[in-house]
């Protein structure tokens, strides 16, 4: 697609409940990131897949958060067992991926708020 | 632990005027820095990045620097206008990361009055 693309948009669950949320990367870019906006804790890293190595999961908050990537494509972040301070923005990125990612810029999605009742 | 800090948290000017947003880094062993730009409700959209072996970096109206050693860069907005209103907000990786694992500031929100 022309831009990096999330759904849903906004997500309103119960707290105990598991969520999946998706992130369709711009075509042909191989490096996804997950971070996470919440109030007054400004833009937090949650995870790196870069190509077929092994994700930086270094920035998952508990082992309640997961993520996969299929195909070397599309990746769902899964928060099991919702809690009420997992409510936030929810945010994907892609980039190239090239031989030489150090200079490549994000390009983030529009994000999916999350409202953990 | 890399702390990356903006200063104002928040501007206000009038159209026309110049803007300067301020961010420093702790560890300078970064890859490179890069400057967002975030409206609300929207992602982020990447304004510009700076090469760790770089001083600055040019597009338009706009103008970012870097200073490594010291820990600092900023970002230089010629004459405002009212749709450059938005918050922006820097990142930075560092070398003794993976290069996806951005440390942000929490942002400069700017409003440009007609």
């Known amino acids: 697609g022309a831009g990096v693309s999330q759904s849903p948009s906004n997500k309103v669950t119960e707290k105990g409940k598991d969520v999946e949320l998706r992130c369709d990367p711009i075509?042909?870019?191989?490096?996804l990131y997950w971070y996470r906006q919440s109030l007054g804790q400004g833009l937090e890293f949650l995870i790196y897949?870069?190509?077929?190595?092994?994700?930086?999961k270094s920035g998952l908050p508990s082992d309640r958060f997961s993520a996969e990537r299929t195909g070397g494509s599309v990746s769902t972040l899964t928060i099991q067992r919702t809690q009420q301070e997992d409510s936030a923005v929810y945010l994907c990125?892609?980039?190239?991926?090239?031989?030489?990612?150090?200079?490549?810029?994000?390009?983030f999605g529009s994000g999916t708020q999350l409202s953990v009742l | 632990k890399q702390e990356v800090t903006q200063i104002p948290a928040a501007l206000s000017v009038p159209e026309g005027e110049n803007l300067v947003l301020n961010c420093s880094f702790t560890d300078s062993a970064i890859y490179n820095l890069q400057w967002f730009r975030q409206d609300p409700g929207k992602g982020l959209t990447s304004l510009l990045l700076?090469?760790?072996?770089?001083r600055e970096q040019t597009s338009g109206r706009l103008n970012a620097s870097l200073d490594k050693s010291s820990g600092r860069s900023t970002l230089y907005i010629a004459a405002s206008q009212p749709g450059d209103s938005a918050t922006y907000l820097c990142?930075?990786?560092?070398?003794?990361?993976?290069?996806?694992?951005?440390?942000f500031g929490a942002g400069t929100q700017v409003v440009v009055t007609p």
């Open positions: 700076i090469q760790s072996s770089q």
């Open positions: 897949f870069q190509g077929n190595s092994a994700p930086d």
């Open positions: 990125a892609s980039s190239l991926g090239g031989v030489v990612t150090t200079n490549e810029k994000l390009f």
């Open positions: 075509s042909g870019h191989t490096a």
């Open positions: 990142a930075v990786s560092r070398t003794t990361d993976s290069w996806g694992k951005f440390q």
